[in-house]
């Protein structure tokens, strides 16, 4: 959805109050870049044109105008949630260029939580004795010892030694347990970590 932004821009002997910047409108293909250098935002045609008499009158340099737009459109990407019109692929680059992201920053406390859920999960699981029942999969409650729960678990659990990134798709995929498995897990009485 497209936003307006206002920011008065300085440049050298020239005040431009309230100039409007709207991002997220237009997106002109033929002169596609990066958001960070202007791409999706607009800019009011009176003010171009006064930097452009600035231009002119000698009072202001192209390369100087040039960087304070960028400067300005800079400050203004976090305000226009510019992140989400980013590119997926660019977004996937840029998180494992930098070690993270909005996206893995925005859910890494949700998935801190989902691991120590987890790791509970699995120390009860390994405690038949003080904990002899789980729930299964809509199927109510069964022993821990119940090959239906015991067919689609693992023999052992080791949490993430960090946290991955979380833009950064791992498929799993469950295998069925086998007996000889099945048997192996019976007598695992204790998980690689607590």
Same mark, same amino acid.
């Given at each position: 959805?497209?936003?307006?932004?206002?920011?008065?821009? +300085?440049?050298?002997?020239?005040?431009?109050?309230?100039?409007?910047?709207?991002?997220?409108?237009?997106?002109?293909?033929? +002169?596609?870049?990066?958001?960070?250098?202007?791409?999706?935002?607009?800019?009011?045609?009176?003010?171009?044109? %006064?930097?452009?008499?600035?231009? %002119?009158?000698?009072?202001?340099?192209?390369?100087?105008?040039?960087?304070?737009?960028?400067?300005?459109?800079?400050?203004?990407?976090?305000? @226009?949630?510019?992140?989400?019109?980013?590119?997926?692929?660019?977004? $996937?680059?840029?998180?494992?260029?930098?070690?993270?992201?909005?996206?893995?920053?925005?859910?890494?406390?949700?998935?801190?939580?989902? $691991?120590?859920?987890?790791?509970? +999960?699995?120390?009860?699981?390994?405690?038949? %004795?003080?904990?002899?029942?789980?729930?299964?999969?809509?199927?109510?409650?069964?022993?821990?010892?119940?090959?239906?729960?015991?067919?689609?678990?693992?023999?052992?659990?080791?949490?993430?030694?960090?946290?991955?990134?979380?833009?950064?798709?791992?498929?799993?995929?469950?295998?069925?347990?086998?007996?000889? +498995?099945? @048997?192996?897990?019976?007598?695992?009485?204790?998980?690689?970590?607590?």
């Amino acid at each position: 959805m497209p936003s307006a932004h206002k920011a008065t821009l +300085r440049p050298a002997g020239i005040e431009l109050q309230e100039v409007e910047f709207t991002f997220g409108s237009s997106f002109p293909h033929p +002169r596609e870049r990066a958001i960070r250098e202007g791409y999706g935002f607009e800019i009011e045609l009176p003010a171009v044109l %006064d930097l452009l008499t600035g231009i %002119d009158d000698g009072v202001l340099k192209a390369g100087d105008v040039k960087d304070l737009l960028l400067h300005v459109v800079d400050g203004m990407y976090p305000r @226009a949630d510019c992140w989400r019109y980013e590119d997926d692929e660019d977004k $996937l680059a840029w998180c494992r260029r930098d070690g993270t992201c909005q996206t893995c920053d925005r859910h890494r406390d949700a998935f801190a939580e989902s $691991l120590a859920v987890a790791a509970e +999960r699995w120390r009860r699981w390994t405690l038949p %004795d003080q904990y002899p029942y789980a729930a299964g999969n809509a199927k109510g409650l069964h022993e821990v010892g119940c090959h239906i729960l015991r067919q689609g678990m693992p023999c052992s659990a080791r949490q993430p030694p960090m946290m991955p990134k979380l833009c950064v798709p791992s498929p799993t995929k469950r295998t069925p347990m086998t007996a000889r +498995r099945r @048997a192996s897990c019976r007598t695992t009485t204790s998980p690689s970590t607590p």
